[in-house]
Every structure is written in structure tokens, then in C-alpha cells.
């Protein structure tokens, strides 16, 4: 069980966002922050009432969203009761977000890159194995995310692009599924503190690399590099955060 002591909410409402979005983070804030964990009892509506200074129709909004991002569960007679991480929704854009922003462990993301790892490499080995495949569409993503680094378009548009055309160019149903996962994975990972332009111009030759590899046709090279990408993605995310937590102690 939890301590019981939630944070300071003296700073609450942050500006610029609907009182029902604030509300939400806030209550996930403490959950990610391990304020409560799993098997605690929410505080009663009353006294979330009180704390953030909301209605209680904010706070019953709230806890709604909540249950359906699998971070809560209402029990008759018992309250909110806070369930485990393994049953939030993983891939929610928010609560991808809210990870990020509030703590991301390295067990998650060791997780996370392993998950990207297994996915990506699977596209891209599929993508080379397919005779007749067009790599054009990839090599054209990588013009452009050169071009975004002289200051002439958007590298996240560009970059994502990239590893969607390999989810839906593999030719299979079940990796184009995960498209949707990807664009919020990404939406996370990818903040202004992560990309950073020295990153960008080290993994411009990966993304070159694995799309010439499947431009000749070659699953085995498209897989090893594709691989070499995704772990470098891992280190710069890993180096980002352990310096953006050193600027914040």
C-alpha cells in the first residue's frame, strides 16, 4: 500500500486546457508517481472535490476516463479502487504521455524499445522479402527528413512516416493493425526534449541504410539494420531522459 500523501496541488489547474483534461492528468500523476498504487482506494469524490477545487461532475468526468484507460475500476459499496499497470491501456496517446512527463521507469522503456525491436525489424525483414516491393516511398522520407534538417520541412512528420509505410508495406494485416500504437508511441518518445538535432543527423543513415537494404531486396541486411535503428533510438531516449532528470534535481 501507498503512503497515502499526494502531491502539492498549489500549481493546479495548468493553463490552456479544459478543467476535464487537467483533472485527468492530475489524478493519473499520482498514480504514475506511485502516490497510490494498485489496490488503493481513490480519495472519495469529496475530498478530490476539495483538493483541486472542481465540481464534482469534473470529478465523476474524471474517473470515467480513467476506467477506460484501465487505470481505475468502480466497485459497489467498495469505491475507486486503483488497479495495476498491467491493465492500462499501454498505448494510449495520454497515458504514453503522462508516463513520459511524470516518470518513465527503465524497466518500461528496456520493455518498450525490446516491443519496437520485435515489430519493426518483423516490417522491415517482410518489406525486403517481398518481390516487386516500391522502397521509393521509404528513400523519399529520408530526402526529407534531410531536407527538415536544413530547416525546410517537419523530420517527425517525416520519421514517422518512415516506420508506418514499413507497418503497412509488410504485407501483413496484423503489423498494419499496429499503425495506430506506432503514431502514439511515437507522439510520446519523440518530444522536443528528445529531438534533438545531433540525434537526428546520427540516425538519418540508419533509416537510409535499412530502406536501401529493402530496396535490393535483402530481408537479412533490412532486419540487422533496422535493428542497429531501433537500438539507437533506445540509447538517445535513455541519454535524454538521464540528463533532463538531472537538470530537474
Not at 232 to 247: N, P
Request: glycine share 6%.
Amino acid at each position: 500500500m501507498s503512503s497515502g500523501k499526494l502531491p502539492d496541488t498549489t500549481s493546479f489547474p495548468r493553463p490552456a486546457r479544459s478543467l476535464h483534461s487537467e483533472v485527468v492528468e492530475e489524478i493519473a500523476r499520482w498514480l504514475i508517481e506511485g502516490h497510490l498504487v494498485a489496490g488503493d482506494l481513490l480519495p472519495n469524490e469529496v475530498e478530490i472535490v476539495e483538493r483541486l477545487g472542481v465540481s464534482r461532475t469534473i470529478v465523476r468526468e474524471a474517473v470515467r476516463t480513467m476506467v477506460a484507460k484501465g487505470m481505475l475500476q468502480v466497485r459497489r459499496r467498495n469505491g475507486t479502487v486503483v488497479l495495476g499497470e498491467d491493465q492500462w491501456s499501454m498505448f494510449d496517446r495520454e497515458l504514453l504521455a503522462w508516463r513520459f512527463r511524470y516518470g518513465v521507469s527503465e524497466d518500461f522503456l528496456e520493455e518498450l524499445f525490446r516491443f519496437r525491436a520485435g515489430v519493426e525489424t518483423m516490417a522491415a525483414e517482410f518489406c525486403a522479402s517481398t518481390p516487386g516491393y516500391d522502397a521509393t516511398p521509404l528513400l523519399e522520407c529520408c530526402d526529407a527528413m534531410a531536407l527538415a534538417l536544413q530547416g525546410k520541412g517537419d523530420w517527425f512528420a517525416a520519421d514517422l512516416n518512415f516506420h508506418c509505410l514499413l507497418l503497412t508495406g509488410a504485407g501483413n494485416r496484423f503489423l498494419a493493425h499496429l499503425t495506430p500504437m506506432l503514431e502514439n508511441l511515437f507522439d510520446a518518445l519523440f518530444s522536443p526534449d528528445v529531438l534533438v538535432e545531433d540525434n537526428m543527423r546520427r540516425t538519418l543513415p540508419r533509416h537510409r541504410a535499412v530502406a536501401e537494404a529493402i530496396a535490393a531486396g535483402d530481408p537479412a541486411a533490412a532486419r540487422e539494420r533496422m535493428l542497429l535503428l531501433v537500438g539507437e533510438a533506445r540509447d538517445d531516449t535513455l541519454q535524454r531522459i538521464d540528463l533532463l532528470r538531472g537538470d530537474r534535481s
